[in-house]
């Protein structure tokens, strides 16, 4: 059975930094593109970001500059690091997979954590 477990989610005041981790069990994902989503209250699920198979990452525009996802296939676990946090990075924050080489868009997505709460306070 596949599982993307995330952790490192928590309550953080603006400008502060938090990492988030995802460790996938039940297949190896070093071939897979692996990223993350986010949640805001009363808003659509939103792409933050991607890592592809061989070390690229895209990035959405609201966190490019502040944000850095990075990898480790010898420990099948993707990492999203946040600097800089804003009040309007408040949401819940899921880590993604999918077979193909990229992805922007949730259709395209396979596998789905469970979902880590990140509040950023004033």
């Known amino acids: 059975q596949v599982q993307l477990v995330e952790s490192g989610g928590g309550l953080v005041q603006a400008g502060g930094s938090l990492r988030l981790s995802c460790t996938a069990s039940?297949?190896?994902?070093?071939?897979?593109?692996m990223g993350w989503f986010r949640q805001a209250p009363g808003k659509e699920r939103e792409f933050v970001g991607v890592i592809t198979w061989n070390g690229a990452h895209y990035y959405a525009d609201p966190v490019k500059g502040r944000f850095a996802i990075s990898r480790d296939n010898a420990k099948n676990t993707v990492y999203l690091q946040m600097n800089s946090l804003r009040l309007e990075d408040t949401a819940v924050y899921y880590c993604?997979?999918?077979?193909?080489?990229?992805?922007?868009?949730?259709?395209?997505?396979?596998?789905w954590g469970q979902g880590t709460q990140v509040t950023v306070s004033s």
């Open positions: 039940g297949r190896t994902f070093s071939n897979y593109a």
């Open positions: 993604a997979a999918d077979h193909g080489f990229y992805f922007r868009s949730k259709d395209e997505i396979d596998y």
